[in-house]
């Protein structure tokens, strides 16, 4: 059974900085694509960033040159670095694990940015 927990999540004013991190459980991160994802209130869920197997980077639009994504192999935990923030980042964020057949999501971490 894959479990992923989130924490890290927070309130700080904007242009601050904050560390998410996933800790997961039944899967090696290392071997398995993961990402992070956002819901604001009224918006649907958004994909921030994403990390393959073999570590490759993707990242919206809105958060590249301010977000970085990485995985953790000894702590088997992915983090999201997130630099620079903006009111508009305020969300809830997810952490996401994608296998050869199954996807797993974790609770959520609250992100609320103040201007």
């Known amino acids: 059974q894959v479990q992923l927990v989130e924490s890290g999540g927070g309130s700080v004013q904007a242009g601050g900085s904050l560390t998410l991190s996933c800790a997961a459980s039944?899967?090696?991160?290392?071997?398995?694509?993961m990402a992070w994802f956002r819901q604001a209130p009224g918006k649907e869920r958004e994909r921030v960033a994403i990390?393959?197997?073999?570590?490759?980077?993707s990242y919206a639009n809105s958060v590249k040159g301010r977000f970085a994504i990485s995985k953790d192999s000894a702590e088997n935990t992915l983090y999201l670095q997130m630099n620079s923030l903006k009111p508009e980042d305020t969300a809830m964020y997810y952490c996401?694990?994608?296998?050869?057949?199954?996807?797993?999501w974790g609770q959520g971490t609250q992100v609320t940015v103040s201007s």
């Open positions: 996401y694990l994608a296998t050869q057949f199954y996807s797993y």
């Open positions: 039944g899967a090696t991160v290392s071997n398995v694509e």
């Open positions: 990390i393959d197997r073999v570590s490759v980077r």
